[in-house]
């Protein structure tokens, strides 16, 4: 008999009345692994409501109380790590070892964010300091919760992005309304059943499920959210953006994240980073390589160099650690082969890959693509990398900025001063100097900008997201 899962709120665990579920089916077992509860739209405003009735009380407690709750959670999670890592392994059809690292790789992430939050600090302005100002005036500046915050995480860190909103929200004070994707749901209820445990108030975590169809509008456009926190795919987060009343929105889309490599590059050392980044969870990552920008020059030696990396790639199942599993569904992998058969119709090279088994796609490598292929521009969210040839690093820094996206970058060159012009040149958030696109180690600002995101993430830049700062002016008379 599989669980059905129930939402959480007003520090319950309830069924909807809708008397619907959804049931997951597990990305490589291809059987449902259980179901999740299909809210009405009644029920999810009952859980904002409950969650605005919360929030004062939540954030008048002192911050070290709300801390042993966070604090607590994360070692639940610890606790749970084997259970939680085979649900998300079997949900989303991660590897285990990596689930496992995703659990405590999370852990971490709430320990320092309720350290980062404890250690932040106010500010104070004298009047005098502008000119004609006065010393009678003292602004003192404090950090202050927004309200209820509307979370929603992504299928493929389900768990790791859940925690990187809701740690930093609930720390500083806001109350939230948790909505993981359908895929992952599963993942996101186990994980609130932890922190559930540690007791935390009633209301104070309220988690949603249910068909983007009936709820999803409905909680964006509702006018008690107070902030919308979203990671997942472009075309959604535009429409939470047309949707969103006039609220901050904090968002990490999609990506084209390249690779630049430079004439004097450490060619193994580029290959490794740039198959490592491309490939990992089969490419289902937004800070996946996801383009090899190559002076033509080293083009050769580059690819032959990739192609061997490639062929030590592991392909299978999640549960023997492959690095290539299938991808999240049919429909997935119905794209990802698209952008290949598009590509080697215009002329592309075949170097590797281009099997498929249903939604396991085998690791492709495209060499000689031009701007002219789907390829070069639109993202797979799969394990295949083009290769586009260039004659000059002006070249690369055309193609790499003519992007609708601008996660991240990599830059692969042995002059620094090559290294920082280049950078200094791309339109993305971040750029990794030899080594992979990645997010972490958490703590670092994550900014994604055009159509990568908005506002910034990473541990103290989310706290600062979602808090506004309370300006309290004191008008002293001096005697
Ligand atoms: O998929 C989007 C994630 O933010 C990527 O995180 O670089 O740690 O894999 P990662």
Redesign the pocket.
Known sequence: MQTVYQYYSQGQWKSSESGETIAIVSPYLKTSIGSVQALTQDEVNQCIQSAKAAQPDWSLMSIYDRAHYLHAWADELLKMKEELATIMMKEVGKAYQDAIKEVERTADLIHYTVEEAIHLSGESLNGEHFPGGSRSKLAVIERVPLGVVLAIS?F??PVN?AAAKLAPALITGNTVIFKPATQGSISGTKMIEALAKTNLPAGVLNLVTGKGSVIGDYLIEHDDIALVTF?GGTSTGERIAQKAKMIPLVM?LGGKDPAIICEDANLELAAKQIVSGAY?YSGQ???AIKRVLVHRSVADELVSLIQSEVEKLSVGSPEDNATIVPLIDEQSADFVQGLIDDALEKGATLVLGNKREENLIYPTLLDHVTKEMRIAWEEPFGPVLPIIRVDSQEEAIEIANASEYGLQASVFTQNLDKALTIARKLETGSIQINGR????PDHLP?IGIKKSGLGIQGVRRSIESMTREKVIILNINEK
């Open positions: 992504p493929n860190y992005l990671t990490e990992s990552r937004c800070t696109t990645e997010r972490g994550f």
